[in-house]
Nanobody, 113 residues
Framework: QVQLVESGGGLVQAGGSLRLSCTASGRTFSSYVIRWFRQAPGKEREFVAAISGSGGNINYADRVKGRFAISRDNAKNTVYLQMNSLKPEDTAVYYC??????WGQGTQVTVSS
């Protein structure tokens, strides 16, 4: 079974950038759709972005369109989430996911105003 590990979170000022990574174990990584979700304190987990196994199909939540970019490197078993123009409301724990129930441990992103 695939396992996911997120990294790259941290503290950044509003307007700054971060790049998150989601690295997976397993030999069939390129067959998985990978999704990013986030969960802010006191709020439900919400969808952020998704990328197909080949990288040819990508979707974003409206809140992050134009600011975030998802990509993948199947040779490295890694999916990236480039986050630009960060806002305080982007503060959350970010998780990557293989549907329906495989989740990483999450990485904290904090955006200060």
């Amino acid at each position: 079974q695939v396992q996911l590990v997120e990294s790259g979170g941290g503290l950044v000022q509003a307007g700054g950038s971060l790049r998150l990574s989601c690295t997976a174990s397993g030999r069939t990584f390129s067959s998985y759709v990978i999704r990013w979700f986030r969960q802010a304190p006191g709020k439900e987990r919400e969808f952020v972005a998704a990328i197909s196994g080949s990288g040819g199909n990508i979707n974003y939540a409206d809140r992050v369109k134009g600011r975030f970019a998802i990509s993948r490197d199947n040779a490295k078993n890694t999916v990236y989430l480039q986050m630009n123009s960060l806002k305080p409301e982007d503060t959350a724990v970010y998780y990557c996911n293989v549907a329906p129930t495989i989740w990483g441990q999450g990485t904290q992103v904090t955006v200060s105003s």
